[in-house]
């Protein structure tokens, strides 16, 4: 279907915001509650500030939360939780300790009494922490032979240098050497409400929901330790870095460019430049590297975001005879997207699709409760999605087009391929200046 034929979408329709309530607890906790009643469901986010937390042990700490309380083993644990049709997951990322739940809406306060026994009341058993520590170890060295994790780790180091962000998964021997009192001490000093916020989305009534919040988590309480990561270092631009993975059939492409953070004005006419470049199925890399030359399957690119800093993130697989000819036409349309303002048709046809997964994005209670908690960990509100939705809705080509030539100019990107040195040292080489990896 082409641009033109595409059904008309309403950008400037006003979003419809859910009915919503805030309060901070006496502990420091935030809990937002919002109200979607599609289905009796409760939806739960919580992230904890975790930044500049020892690596190894927060990891393992995110994977071995659940393993029991004085009271309840794990299995006990999820029995309970499954007794009110629910469930409850930790996971980890640079900043943020982020736990994951839900249940029926009649289970609402048993879950939040489940979770305080949790953060409150951790046991972290010897033989439970020991089958997840080695859970965790066989999870790290299986994605240490996938290819895209390795050139996710390397172009991570490329990019933050020495900053805290640039590793962000342990090797198995720092998990391996992890002991029980050591994630004790850890989720004593970090697992703390300062800071934190919890989102509950669901057949609600916000009010009550955050009363049922502060009677469970009331007694969670103590101080954080300060953890903010500075501010991630300026991109720089250099030679293109090459991993070799001898007798690789693929090479896997990556790019890193500056970006902007959410709150910036002119962030919304990035996102467009993003998605004319190749940000969704129709973009021009896309149509370029897979739709017409077969290159690849899947090249994507996506705005990642952080508490100290984004970055724009360019991937690819390629076949390992076309990495010369990918990387030229991955640095042509850079180039073009860079210096030619987009088609009116063109940023119409993104402009749509960024607004349409906007909404998309906030039709469910999983979605509306993820986007929540998301912005409000940068300390936004849903009401956000109104500026932003305009801004998507009326940014120019101009504006698309300076904000390309600011931030995706091939000059000012950081690029790293991951393959067989043998084979595509050559043909790179002859495109832009090289250095080997030293590992």
């Known amino acids: ?59 393992l700490l995110s994977q071995a939360l659940f393993t029991g309380t004085s009271t309840m083993s794990s299995v006990d644990i999820a029995a309970e939780l499954q007794a009110v049709g629910g469930g409850l997951s930790a996971g980890l990322d640079p900043d943020r300790l982020l736990i994951t739940g839900n249940s029926l809406a009649s289970g609402l306060d048993r879950m939040l009494e489940i979770l305080a026994a949790v953060l409150t009341d951790p046991a972290y058993p010897n033989e439970e922490v020991a089958t997840e520590r080695d859970r965790l ?88 330790k300060q953890s903010e990561a500075p501010p991630t270092p300026p991109l720089e631009p250099g030679p293109l870095l090459l991993v070799d993975r001898p007798g690789a059939v ?28 190749g940000g ?47 990387l030229l036409e991955t640095l042509y349309e850079l180039g073009r997207i860079a210096s030619l303002p987009p088609a009116e048709d063109e940023l119409e046809q993104a402009r749509r699709y960024a607004l349409g997964t906007l ?33 998507l809705a009326t940014a120019t080509r101009e504006q698309v087009a300076d904000a390309a030539a600011r931030f995706l100019a091939p000059t000012r990107a950081v690029t790293v391929v991951l393959g067989d040195a043998e084979k595509v040292a050559a043909p790179l080489s002859a495109l832009t200046a090289l250095e080997r990896s030293a590992e």
């Open 1 to 59: 279907m082409s641009a033109k034929t595409l059904p008309d979408l309403i950008p400037d329709a006003k979003l419809k915001l859910p009915k919503e309530a805030e309060r901070t607890l006496a502990g420091g906790l935030t809990v937002i509650a919002i109200r979607r009643a599609a289905v009796p469901l409760v939806e739960l986010r919580l992230r904890v500030p975790f930044g500049k937390a020892p690596l190894p042990r927060a990891t």
């Open 137 to 224: 170890v066989d999870h790290i060295q299986v994605a240490l032979t996938q290819p895209a994790h390795l050139a996710r780790t390397a172009l991570l180091k490329r990019m933050f240098g020495k900053h805290p962000y640039a590793v962000q998964t342990p090797e198995p021997d720092q998990v391996r050497s992890v002991r029980p009192a050591a994630l004790r001490t850890l989720h004593a000093e970090r697992v703390r409400p300062e800071g934190a916020v919890l989102v509950l989305v669901g057949d609600l009534n916000p009010e009550k929901a955050i009363d049922a919040a502060e009677k469970a988590l009331g007694s969670w309480t103590g101080p954080a």
């Open 250 to 277: 693929q090479s896997s492409l990556r790019m890193a460019l500056p970006a902007l953070n959410r709150t910036d004005p002119d962030y919304a006419a990035l996102q467009l430049a993003n998605l004319v470049f």
């Open 280 to 326: 969704y199925f129709s973009s021009r890399w896309v149509e370029n590297i897979r739709e017409d030359k077969g290159y690849t399957y899947g090249p994507h690119t996506s705005i990642e975001h952080y508490l100290a800093g984004s970055a724009l993130v360019v991937s690819a697989e390629v076949a390992t005879e076309v990495t010369g000819p990918s």
């Open 359 to 391: 909404r998309l994005g906030m039709s469910t209670q999983a979605g509306l409760a993820g986007l929540a908690s998301m912005y409000a960990s940068f300390g936004l509100r849903l009401d956000h999605l109104r500026q932003y939705s305009a801004a």
